[in-house]
Nanobody, 125 residues
């Protein structure tokens, strides 16, 4: 069983920054990809960023590239993935979810087997 716990969301003004964290436990992640998705009210869940655990390759949605940075930290029994979000815009407002991918296209929700509960990010104009 995998547990994913997100934190770090909140309310910020446009142009500000937030850092989201996702603590993952319950299994080893050496061969998996971890990703961040977001879902705004009335919209589908969309890909934000992903990182491969073995070699640290990163992938970003075009809308966040250059503003968001995904990174990872592998501690003893818990791994943590971060999403540093800079120059936030009102359109970044959404619930942000982290997830662990099993197989498939990592920019699609269908590739991910485990999901966190989400953390709200609200950007005011």
């Amino acid at each position: 069983q995998v547990q994913l716990v997100e934190s770090g969301g909140g309310l910020v003004q446009a142009g500000g920054s937030l850092r989201l964290s996702c603590a993952a436990s319950g299994r080893t992640f050496s061969s998996y990809t971890m990703g961040w998705f977001r879902q705004a009210p009335g919209k589908e869940r969309e890909f934000v960023a992903a990182i491969t655990w073995s070699d640290g390759f990163t992938y970003y949605a075009g809308s966040v590239k250059g503003r968001f940075t995904i990174s990872r930290d592998n501690a003893k029994n818990t791994v943590t993935v971060y999403l540093q979000m800079n120059n936030l815009k009102p359109e970044d407002t959404a619930v942000y979810y982290c997830a662990v991918a099993g197989r498939g296209r990592i920019t699609t929700t269908s590739a991910y087997d485990y999901w966190g509960q989400g953390t709200q990010v609200t950007v005011s104009s």
